[in-house]
């Protein structure tokens, strides 16, 4: 640890001196220390336990080796040796290791031989065994498979929120920090990569082992190897070595690819350097991009980890997805200071680190790449998405209470990854830039390799604003939900008034402080932004003059359901600026969600006139986007049906009167989303089967096999020999399997579809979540919703044994692929109903349930 972690700030020492001022002395007697309340032995990793733990344990340090057999099916064999300091033996030490007993081989504590003692997840050390200073313990035993992610030729490690204890014995919590010294057998055609630098290694005629330096200090869950047959890619990048593992095989891919990769890697170390104030804390800084990688990337210590598809683009890629890949890298790049220099000391404060990194990626991305316009990219990305969990039953806030660590998954969501930043932008707003700049800094400098909690930061800022942080944090990080804002308009003498007030969609009396922006149009083409400082439920704009008409949230700052007139295609075209019809398009679905301003179709005819129009392609992604989901989610088959000849002719005619090549392709893809008439498939399926793509427009492979699994799900009357025909044009080996594990999903007889829905109840069958939920898409698809509707009752029963072997996105992820597009009373039923019949079920999973089947309930209001 750094002597930045140790220095007393003037603050701190205040503190200090204020809270010595009004405490007693603490009497000195000579009374017997009374003995240490026992820590329950209870599955996962309590509260109580990690707290005991950080209290006893320090120095702590981990030797582990591995041995992988070239079989997936052979057992890891493994040995460790685990140092530590104790400070008080008056009671055993908890191992956790979420596995078998059987596979605990030996353990030896201090030079001798102990009895395995394990339970509830626990390997438990005897406090006989133990003594005050330093311990060593060495434990042989067969490692878990659940994290480890074995394939037939590759393998890696994912173990956030609490994993490290399904692979091996360990104190998994973030606050217990250690270094960690691996050595790795392996088949010797394999690549290796790992937190620490590589030290040395030894061959083998069948294996090599390779021993890695100790890692910094981290905590468990960064803890992450990757092996297995890559191609390793090493270059210096701003006097940096970088080394890349990847398993690519596309060659224009590599060459579009690679130098844009490692770029973006240098760009952000560079503009974080540079904000924080403080350079790379690290040793190494390596990369490994990973087929249907769990996430889009996890931001391990020396070796992030990234979905292979999200970083390799080819001439099809949109100007969106070469954003979103900025934002990808530039996200785990902060992370190696918000989240992995400075942990959060408990997962309830999870958030913190996903808030800062993607605060920052966005900051990184304004710069790096050209045309990213921020400020729509970021209403863009994150508004729809917050909106669709902070609208529901199931909100949650951003800042969460956890028990134990085995419910720490369920705390991941849209409103860590999507909300938080629109608070964070808010609170930037509040204190101002530099100050917010300055506070986070300090806040770097003084936890530095530790651990630190939401209310240790909102201290530091605090000192920085005369602003009520503890008032403002309260609603916006400690509660869910969102305002609806309403005015009045009223005046005279030639001035307008609006009175805007605001209200909890809940209808409770919470207010949200905040800044917002409103756009007055007046009958002369004038037109004036008005910044609104709403600290109060009510607030009064006056106006001189008479505006034509109120545009609420201009500037797409504000968070809420804002006021909106029922507008014509031609007023959102007017618009000027691309952020106010993105913030306008946003906030109607919002009202039209809510049953306010316009229904679905009304909206849908709407936006069917905007899209030929609308000039900037961020735009054309949200509005294709809503569209669809209108067309799927909110009309009746019958009116999909009638619909779908005009919608496709507009849709298509949109696309080619369009000169740019991205907007081209969204359109495109909205049309292929919303295909129904036979003329729509048998043009899709000529585009396939010629391999030939609309004018202007650059299809890839990717993109040909989406294509043919729309195909499919229609049951196009060629679908039969058409995945085939695709999967034979695959090249790449992990891109086949996948194809091949969605075939079933997909088939046109319900027998076969019923078999490999009922094949999902076997974990094995779900190893590749990515994969499951692509397959559960087409399962539920609404033009197979008659046949499927019949799984959601043994889909909803799955869900607590998905969130036990899955990984955190997974549960919620299964529910939306599951619920996303039905409308029928029945399906609403069959929610409600399971629901009712499981009153004590877990908490974080009921409310992702009413996240996920939020667009059904309104579904059976809005679609009569």
């Given at each position: 640890m750094t002597t930045s972690a140790f220095c007393a700030h003037g603050a701190r020492f205040s503190l200090w001196l204020a809270l010595l001022a009004c405490t007693k002395p603490l009497a000195v007697t000579n009374a017997p220390t009374p003995p240490a309340a026992t820590v329950a032995v209870v599955p996962g990793v309590s509260r109580e336990l990690a707290e005991d733990r950080a209290r006893r344990i320090s120095r702590l340090g981990y030797q582990l080796a591995l041995t992988v057999p070239p079989r997936k099916a052979d057992p890891v064999t493994a040995?460790?040796?685990?140092?530590?300091?104790?400070?008080?033996?008056?009671?055993?030490?908890?191992?956790?290791?979420?596995?078998?007993?059987?596979?605990?081989?030996?353990?030896?504590?201090?030079?001798?031989?102990?009895?395995?003692?394990?339970?509830?997840?626990?390997?438990?050390?005897?406090?006989?065994?133990?003594?005050?200073?330093?311990?060593q313990v060495e434990i042989h035993f067969i490692a878990g498979n659940q994290s480890l992610n074995r394939n037939d030729d590759y393998l890696y490690t994912l173990l956030v929120p609490d994993r490290a204890r399904?692979?091996?014995?360990?104190?998994?919590?973030?606050?217990?920090?250690?270094?960690?010294?691996?050595?790795?057998?392996?088949?010797?055609?394999?690549q290796a990569l790992a937190n620490g630098p590589l030290q040395d290694s030894t061959v083998t005629a069948e294996n090599k082992t390779l021993r890695f330096a100790p890692s910094d200090t981290i905590s468990t869950y960064l803890f992450s190897f990757a092996a297995g047959r890559f191609t390793r890619i090493s270059r210096s990048m701003a006097g940096r070595d970088m080394q890349f593992l990847h398993r690519e095989t596309d060659k224009n891919k590599l060459k579009l690819s690679l130098n844009p990769i490692f770029q973006i890697h240098a760009d952000a170390l560079k503009f974080l350097e540079e904000y924080t104030g403080i350079p790379y804390p690290f040793r190494k800084f390596d990369f490994v991009a990973l087929p249907d990688f769990q996430y889009g990337g996890m931001e391990?210590?020396?070796?992030?980890?990234?979905?292979?598809?999200?970083?390799?683009?080819?001439?099809?890629?949109?100007?969106?997805?070469?954003?979103?890949?900025?934002?990808?890298i530039s996200h785990e790049t902060a992370h190696m200071w918000f989240g992995d220099l400075v942990t959060m000391q408990w997962f309830n404060d999870v958030w913190m680190k996903e808030v800062f990194a993607n605060f920052m990626a966005d900051k990184i991305t304004e710069i790096a790449v050209a045309n990213s316009n921020y400020d729509l990219k970021f209403v863009v990305d994150h508004y729809p998405a917050a909106y669709g969990v902070d609208r529901t039953a199931g909100a949650n806030p951003i800042r969460q209470e956890l028990d134990n660590l085995k419910d720490a998954g369920s705390l991941y969501g849209n409103i860590i990854y999507h909300k938080a930043p629109i608070m964070m932008r808010q609170l930037e707003r509040l204190m101002g830039e530099e100050p917010f700049r300055q506070g986070l800094q300090e806040y770097l400098r003084k936890y530095a390799y530790g651990n630190a909690t939401w209310p240790d930061l909102i201290v530091i800022l605090d000192a920085r604003t005369p602003a009520d942080l503890q008032t403002w944090n309260q609603v916006w990080v400690n509660q869910p939900g969102r305002p609806v804002f309403s005015y009045r308009r009223g005046g005279h003498d030639g001035q307008t008034v609006l009175e805007i007030t605001q209200q909890a969609e809940d209808g409770s009396a919470r207010l949200w402080p905040q800044e917002f922006t409103v756009l007055l149009e007046f009958e002369d083409g004038r037109t004036q932004e008005r910044t609104v400082k709403m600290t109060e439920r009510e607030a009064t704009l006056k106006v001189s003059g008479n505006p034509q008409r109120v545009v609420f949230n201009a500037t797409g700052i504000g968070y809420g359901v804002f006021p909106v007139d029922a507008p014509s295609a031609a007023e959102l075209v007017a618009l000027r600026s691309s952020v106010t019809r993105a913030a306008a398009y946003v906030n109607l679905y919002e009202n039209m969600l809510n049953g306010r301003t316009l229904a679905p179709r009304q909206l849908l005819d709407v936006y069917r006139q905007v899209l030929p129009k609308e000039p900037e392609e961020l735009n054309i992604k949200l509005l294709t986007g809503q569209a669809t989901d209108i067309f799927w989610k909110l009309l009746k088959p019958a009116e999909r049906v009638a619909l779908a000849p005009a919608l496709e002719k507009e849709l298509w005619t949109a696309m080619q009167q369009n000169s740019a090549s991205n907007s081209k392709k969204l359109l495109f893809k909205a049309y292929q989303s919303v295909a129904l008439t036979k003329e729509a498939q048998t043009r899709l399926y000529t585009i396939w089967n010629q391999q030939q793509a609309p004018p202007g427009i650059k299809l890839t492979e990717d993109d040909y096999t989406a294509l043919a699994l729309a195909l499919a799900v229609r049951d196009y009357p060629a679908a039969q020999p058409i995945l085939p025909a695709q999967l034979a044009r695959i090249q790449n080996p992990d891109r086949q399997k996948r194809l091949q594990f969605l075939l079933p999903a997909l088939a046109p007889d319900v027998a076969t579809r019923d078999a490999f829905f009922a094949s999902l109840k076997d974990e094995k069958n779900r190893e590749k979540e990515a994969w499951v939920v692509s397959a559960l898409g087409y399962l539920h698809h609404p033009l197979r919703a008659a046949t499927s509707e019949k799984y959601l009752p043994e889909s909803l029963a799955l869900l607590e044994e998905i969130q036990q072997t899955g990984d955190i996105f997974f549960p919620y992820s299964w529910l939306q692929a599951t619920l996303g597009f039905y409308q029928t009373p029945t399906a609403a039923r069959t929610v409600r109903e399971f629901l009712a019949a499981h009153p004590q079920y877990n908490p974080k999973l009921r409310a992702k349930l009413l996240q996920a089947a939020d667009d059904l309930f309104r579904a059976e209001k809005l679609v009569r």
């Open positions: 040995t460790e040796t685990l140092t530590f300091h104790l400070a008080d033996t008056r009671q055993p030490v908890q191992l956790d290791f979420k596995e078998q007993a059987d596979r605990l081989k030996s353990l030896t504590i201090n030079g001798k031989s102990a009895a395995i003692d394990f339970r509830e997840e626990h390997l438990v050390l005897p406090a006989a065994s133990l003594k005050t200073g330093s311990n399904t692979v091996f014995p360990v104190f998994d919590q973030p606050s217990l920090k250690a270094s960690f010294t691996l050595a790795l057998t392996v088949p010797k055609t394999w391990h210590v020396g070796a992030i980890d990234y979905k292979a598809s999200t970083l390799f683009l080819d001439e099809g890629a949109t100007q969106d997805q070469k954003i979103a890949r900025s934002n990808l």
